[in-house]
């Protein structure tokens, strides 16, 4: 019965034979064939883990490929319950993510292992209210940059190279609208920066990305202050003992800069791409060539720049109009 919902017609030697092994192959399908970033990677295993723990825990006993396939409507609501109680609650947004990386995980189980599970499609997920970027200010950008090359108040032994660096990578974030493993992902071999920078983003998805002279320079003066000689695949940017920079250490930048300039712990570094798109989108461009400029599949995804903008547009009426 265990075995009920497997395809007769999958390729039997290829089958895993047990759950967790499925998880393990379909690890590995997302980071080889859909070139998935590290860190969804990360967040699905985690999260179709603690699905099958749940299930483990629940019936008593490992599961089987098969057992998969008879998963009840009953238990994957059991288990979204399970996920929204206990010591580490998740949060409605949380939860969706987690019911998406279940759907995604019984999709590729039902295409590549014959594994079909209909009653997944009868659990509904938590409503979630869409959340509006939070870009900082222009002002707040630009002290982010000038604060990240100063190197008075850093750390004993910090060198004028790191700020350089700093710097560089901010300006790449904000001036090109990269992602923190997009602007990490640069090689030696890429600087002196061309006119237009070729980025592989999500979904190994290619975009061209014009470069400000701004950021041409910031890279410039970093690589002039680079005590490391570096091969042409090497990545560019690196931390202080010569390795690959990692995005923690910029994460924590921008945690420290923060703190030094007051700002929300919504200033994160892909505050900085959002501020990107949103001064973008303030200053004329349109919907279009801004979702293009910032890799997204979905002008949807784009327009919720329209809602940021409106709100500082009401927000300047409101402080400025002798009416308000």
């Given at each position: 019965m265990a075995r009920q919902g497997l395809?007769?017609?999958?390729?039997?030697?290829?089958?895993?034979?047990?759950?967790?092994?499925?998880l393990i192959v379909w690890l590995g399908y997302l980071t080889h064939e859909r070139r998935a970033s590290p860190r969804?990677?990360?967040?699905?295993?985690?999260g179709l883990a603690a699905f099958l723990t749940f299930m483990e825990r629940h019936r008593g006993e490992s599961l089987t490929l098969g057992d998969l396939s008879d998963v009840s409507a009953a238990e994957f609501r059991a288990?979204?319950?399970?996920?929204?109680?206990?010591d580490h609650p998740l949060s409605p947004r949380s939860l969706s993510q987690a019911l998406s990386a279940l759907r995604a995980f019984y999709q590729w189980l039902d295409r590549r292992q014959g594994v079909a599970n209909p009653a997944?499609?009868?659990?509904?997920?938590?409503?979630?209210?869409?959340?509006?970027?939070?870009?900082v200010s222009e002002d707040q950008a630009r002290g982010l940059l000038v604060?990240?090359?100063?190197?008075?108040?850093?750390?004993?032994?910090?060198?004028?190279?790191?700020?350089?660096?700093?710097?560089?990578?901010?300006?790449?974030?904000?001036?090109?609208?990269?992602?923190?493993?997009?602007?990490?992902?640069?090689?030696?071999?890429?600087?002196p920066l061309a006119q237009v920078l070729r980025i592989v983003g999500k979904g190994s998805k290619t975009r061209m990305v014009p470069v400000l002279p701004a950021v041409a320079q910031a890279v410039d003066a970093y690589v002039a202050h680079l005590p490391f000689a570096l091969a042409p695949e090497e990545a560019l940017f690196r931390a202080k003992r010569g390795g690959a920079l990692g995005p923690r250490r910029v994460q924590a930048l921008m945690q420290t800069l923060r703190g030094q300039l007051g700002l929300p712990d919504s200033a994160t570094p892909h505050a900085l791409r959002h501020s990107f798109a949103t001064h973008l989108l303030g200053g004329g461009a349109d919907l279009r060539t801004i979702q293009e400029l910032l890799g997204h599949a979905s002008l949807s995804t784009t327009q919720k720049y329209t809602d940021v903008d409106a709100a500082s547009l009401l927000a300047a009426y409101a402080s400025a109009h002798p009416r308000a």
């Open positions: 395809n007769a017609q999958a390729p039997v030697d290829d089958i895993p034979r047990t759950a967790r092994a499925a969804t990677v990360e967040a699905y295993g985690a288990y979204l319950a399970h996920r929204r109680g206990g997944l499609a009868l659990v509904r997920g938590p409503r979630v209210k869409p959340g509006q970027p939070r870009p604060e990240a090359g100063d190197t008075d108040g850093r750390l004993e032994g910090f060198e004028l190279w790191e700020a350089a660096r700093d710097v560089a990578v901010l300006t790449l974030l904000y001036g090109c609208g990269l992602r923190i493993s997009e602007a990490l992902s640069l090689k030696r071999r890429d600087a």
